[in-house]
């Protein structure tokens, strides 16, 4: 990174807004190049499931749950459990 960075201006103020962009351009440079140059690229699994997010995870924990419950409460049909697990 410190040879990309050899490219600004040392230690000088920068006079008005395009100096900025440009200076800020090659640091940007600079950076962007490091990373590729040291973090390999990844690839992701085929057998990931990108569409599971965390609501589902909670969604499904909770259905698990009334389910267990319903199932401890499976003699008494009246129990609410089994309507609100029903829902």
Known sequence: ?????DQIA?????ADR???????NVLN???QAT???HIP?????????RWWTLELTEAKKQTSQLAAQAKYHRLNQ??????????
């Open 35 to 37: 990373i590729k140059k």
């Open 41 to 49: 690229e990844m690839k992701p699994s085929p057998y990931a499931k």
């Open 29 to 31: 440079g600079a950076v």
């Open 1 to 5: 990174m410190n040879e990309n960075l």
């Open 10 to 14: 040392r230690l000088k103020e920068i």
């Open 78 to 87: 009246h129990h609410p459990i089994h309507r609100e697990h029903k829902v």
């Open 18 to 24: 395009q100096e900025f962009d440009e200076c800020l």
